[in-house]
């Protein structure tokens, strides 16, 4: 009888294992505590990938939506700090200064504070909050499981437009009066 009995359970673990190592030789493994989802990162650290995680959620707050949609705009991020030194430099200084706003780090700050320390960048025209926000929009609202939650079926151009595809429906308004909708499309 082997001393060593591997299940394939135990095999299936350690396979994934050896190809997430050899995969991610010399990358960051950015994952969720979880485990349930993981990215690897080129050029951020895991104390910057969580920082602008923490700063994606505060920007646009979805509750309901897990970390792993906000992830994708810091994978996004990471992938263009990688081509461009210019971007390197600003989300490095960025983080900084979010961690440096209050003399505690921007992930240990509460969800208000986070909000006031962000409205501050704003209100400066802070390059750095511009870049973030800017991909936030760009990959997190253009993600289509983010859609899902939205309810947002995408684009209907290719189907005739919205005029023959619920363009009158008001089924996401609980009871609707009648007199807000005008009357059908009979074109």
Known sequence: MPKYILDRRRFLKRSGQALLAVTAAGRVIFYDPDRSWAIALDVLDE???????????????????????????????????????????????????????????????SPTTRTLVLEELEAEGDAFFQKVRGSVIFHFYNNKLVWRYFGYEGSSYEFGGYLRRGFQDLGWLPDPPPDVSPPPYLG
């Open 47 to 109: 104390r910057g990938a969580r920082t602008l995680l923490a700063m994606t959620r505060t920007l646009y707050p979805h509750p309901a939506l897990g970390d792993e949609y906000y992830a994708v705009v810091v994978e996004a991020l990471d992938g263009e700090a990688k081509e461009s030194e210019e971007v390197r430099k600003l989300l490095a200084d960025g983080v900084a200064r979010l961690d440096a706003a209050r003399g505690i780090p921007f992930v240990d700050l």
